[in-house]
C-alpha cells in the first residue's frame, strides 16, 4: 500500500482548494465551501497529471496507452471529468 499526501493548492488558481493522494484516490477539499470530493484511482491518474502540466491530449494518449482503450472514448470521459471539476469550482 502506497501513501502519497500532498496538501497544496490545485490548479484553479486558489488556495481555498487543498488535496491528497491516499492509497491510488484522490480527496479534494474546497475549504471555502467546506466540500470535498473524492477521485477513483482512474480520475486521480488524470488530476495529477493536468495538475502536473499536461495538455488533455497528452493525459489521453498516456490513459489509452496505459489501459487499451479507444482514444476519443478516453478523450469523453476526460472532457467530462474537467467539466464535473470545473462546475465544483476545483479546476480553471
Do not use: C
Request: charge should be negative.
Amino acid at each position: 500500500m502506497k501513501d502519497s499526501v500532498q496538501n497544496v493548492a490545485a490548479s484553479n488558481g486558489s488556495s481555498d482548494i487543498l488535496w491528497s493522494v491516499v492509497d491510488s484516490e484522490a480527496v479534494v477539499l474546497d475549504t471555502r465551501s467546506g466540500h470535498y470530493f473524492s477521485l477513483n484511482p482512474i480520475a486521480t491518474e488524470i488530476w495529477n497529471q493536468l495538475h502536473e502540466g499536461a495538455r488533455v491530449s497528452q493525459v489521453v494518449q498516456a490513459v489509452a496507452a496505459k489501459y487499451g482503450a479507444d482514444e476519443e472514448i478516453v478523450r469523453r470521459d476526460v472532457s467530462e471529468l474537467i467539466e464535473e471539476l470545473r462546475a465544483a469550482r476545483l479546476w480553471k
